[in-house]
């Protein structure tokens, strides 16, 4: 069952040095119980899609000028902004990368999720703090009840971040859009976060986007991953075969830069340049000042999205080369 489907989504932002074309003509669909994982560098609009889906971008300077976001067949950006509402927090739901920053720091932890029951459900103050301290116990927080009254300050970064994902589940929404949920996190703690997304998941059934610039982080949890470049989606493909054989040079560039531990003591590959600014990209495809394959009409012609294999689409004039065809 499809639960989100974005179709030729596009988001501009009005500043002082122009228009600044965010997000590009963005295609992608969940469907339940699965992990689409959405890859790029900062400034790629992987974000900027995520806050149009939860309609919480601002507006102005922001504009969607352009495109769908069908959440169960319906068009959210024809809802009104009561309709919206109902649907964010509870059926669809964000995990924030800054939990410090997005949990208030003069309420506890517990007051701020029982909120969710007593706004949303009509619970007593009782019922919200009893559901408060069993969310947190299922995100393993330890002695939930000894410490459902202290507040943000008082926990470790990966703690925090249970927490977040505590008020992302508690009403059980069919979507999660998880932004970088494990930025600032040492690896043993991204590990148990990610873990910890993934059991809930199918335990739910839930959708999962998952939104990162980190391919080790979506290994071993994501079904299918969107690679994102300067507002569009430049390729998309089922996970093992995006690792196994990359279809756009800018994934390829991705993997390599991974550190592996076969090449110890070797010089880690780097993607030579920048991203490009976003109020002046430039003409054809914009990864080709970057790119180590650009030739002439790469420089000129903008590359559709186009089909390379079953669940698959490349957006490269020469997406043969890349995978070795």
Known sequence: ??????????????????????????????EAGETLAVLGESGSGKSVTAQAVMGILDMPPGRIPKGEILFHGEDMLTMSKEERRKIRGARIAMIFQDALSSLNPVLSVGYQLAEMFRVHQGASRKEAKAKAVELMDRVKIPAAKARVSDYPHQFSGGMRQRIMIAMALALEPDLIIADEPTTALDVTVQAQVMELLADLQREFNMGLILITHDLGVVADVADKIAVMYAGRIVETAPVKELYKAPAHPYTKGLLESIPRLDQKGKELYAIQGLPPNMAKVPDGCAFHPRCPV???????????????????????HFWKETLGE
Do not use: W
């Open 294 to 316: 650009a030739r002439d009409v790469c420089r000129s012609e903008l590359p559709p999205l186009a089909e390379v294999g079953e669940g698959r689409g490349s957006a490269c």
């Open 1 to 30: 069952m499809t639960l989100l489907e974005v179709r030729d989504l596009h988001v501009d932002f009005h500043t002082r040095d122009g228009i600044v074309k965010a997000v590009n003509g963005v295609n992608y669909q969940v």
